[in-house]
């Protein structure tokens, strides 16, 4: 009976999260997983963080104490975007996860639900950014992750982990632009669409002031566009000494099929409103290479430091759309160039144990900007660098404790090139907790 509880509580919790989206900080990719790393400025890869390991570094569960542990947490993100002087509506985000591991002397493995990333904007109807189509303009993506881990101890001072990723993506995307600015969207029409775009290019035909893309639906937790792959991480940790632990771990880049609405889940507008379905083409998430350190000088402090390296330039070099009618009028494809960097990361922070309830934490990261000042775009500005952190730690007893953290990132401000050099602006303050459960 316990058992097919503890199963209904992981598939409800499953439906649950994957309807959530995550507004992230490193890129699409969130500057921490789980309070405890988050409130040492993401550092990860080596030390005992419990089953956020999933998402850092799954050796590290081989770090914990024999048994089971179940963690719950909740986080709050609060992104701050202006764009041309107008601020985004989009300024709280929630994402719930799940980890449950068992362990003992040689292994352990285990299941979790994680928000991975994801970036989203809201503009009102009749912003500058709507381009005078007096609609409302916004993007939500959430990227999240269904993972199995498996970690095991090789010998007293290493340990190998593993993980098998079932991961979704969800798309809303209501964006406008100049009929004028399509040549830098790459239009490539077919069947009807070309003659359409031959005649108006030869004055045969006139052209539409604006161009609208419009597939949103009115659910506030998932996209109107989906796909689901897989993907996976491998991760090992090195005792160097008995004060010294070295950690490191790659995540595999994602294999994720196209996102695609319904048959008629979208709108192109040039002069009319076209229903029909959009596909976003090998949209995936970046492989990332991570290594760390973590160093216990005393039994009540603990200093940890990580670097990571996102290969953004992977996956993002362009944001390819291809709408397809429903009327039957041939297809229409869109590429908006990105050509984002491969982006570093460097994370700080420490933990300090004032007693046997009590643990504080502070930390700091800092990173570079993957996008280029040429190609941000006001619905995807994942451009901020640096991150303040802090949080605590508090003992329940009877095995179980609360986690709590907060990380800022101060404003940063770019002149977008698409935009003809008008500023985007873009800070955050996000929030985790978590509840602990060990026995």
């Not at 988050?38 to 024999?66: H, I, V």
């Not at 993002?316 to 984002?340: A, C, R, V, Y």
């Not at 985007?424 to 929030?431: F, P």
């Amino acid at each position: 009976m316990k058992h097919m509880t503890f199963q209904r509580a992981i598939v409800s919790a499953a439906a649950f999260i994957a309807c959530s989206s995550a507004w992230a900080t490193n890129g699409m990719l969130m500057e921490g997983y789980g309070p405890v790393p988050l409130a040492m400025g993401g550092a990860a890869q080596a030390y005992d963080n419990g089953t956020a390991a999933m998402m850092n570094n799954p050796a590290t569960l081989q770090l914990s104490e024999n048994g089971t542990q179940f963690n719950f947490a909740v986080g709050m993100l609060g992104p701050k975007v202006t764009s041309m002087g107008e601020k985004s509506g989009g300024t709280s985000y929630w994402m719930p996860a799940l980890g449950w591991v068992r362990k003992n002397d040689q292994f352990s493995y285990g299941i979790g639900i994680f928000g991975q990333g994801g970036m989203g904007t809201e503009y009102k109807a009749g912003s500058m950014n709507a381009a005078g189509t007096a609609q409302p303009v916004r993007s939500e993506l959430a990227v999240g992750r269904v993972i199995a881990p498996m970690s095991f101890k090789v010998n007293d001072r290493v340990n190998l982990g593993a993980t098998l990723d079932f991961t979704w993506a969800s798309l809303d995307m209501r964006m406008a632009a100049m009929f004028s600015q399509m040549s830098g969207m790459s239009p490539m029409p077919t069947g009807q669409f070309a003659s359409m775009m031959g005649a108006m290019a030869k004055g045969q035909m006139p052209a539409p002031q604006t161009v609208r893309i419009d597939f949103s639906n009115s659910n506030d937790f998932t996209g109107a566009a989906k796909s689901t792959g897989f993907a996976g991480k491998l991760g090992g940790t090195f005792e160097a000494s008995k004060d010294l632990r070295l950690g490191a771990s790659y995540q595999f880049k994602s294999a994720l099929g196209d996102m695609k609405t319904s048959a008629s889940g979208a709108s192109l507008t040039m002069g009319q409103s076209l229903p029909g379905r959009m596909i976003v083409r090998d949209f995936q998430m970046p492989a990332v290479l991570a290594a760390g350190a973590a160093w216990t000088p005393s039994s009540s402090l603990l200093l940890v430091a990580d670097v990571k390296r996102i290969d953004w330039s992977g996956v993002m070099k362009d944001f390819k759309m291809t709408f397809e009618s429903s009327q039957g009028l041939g297809t229409m494809s869109f590429t908006l160039p990105q050509n984002w960097k491969d982006q570093t990361v460097v994370s700080l922070g420490g933990a300090y144990k004032l007693n046997d309830a009590w643990t504080l934490r502070a930390g700091y990261s800092h990173s570079t900007n993957p996008i280029p000042d040429a190609t941000v775009h006001p619905l995807f500005p994942a451009i901020v660098k640096d991150h303040y952190t802090a949080g605590l730690g508090y003992q329940l007893g009877g095995g179980m404790s609360i986690d709590a953290a907060v990380s800022h990132a101060p404003k940063v401000t770019v002149n977008a090139g698409m935009l003809g050099g008008a500023p985007i602006s873009h800070s955050q303050t996000n929030y985790q907790f978590l509840f602990s459960a060990r026995y």
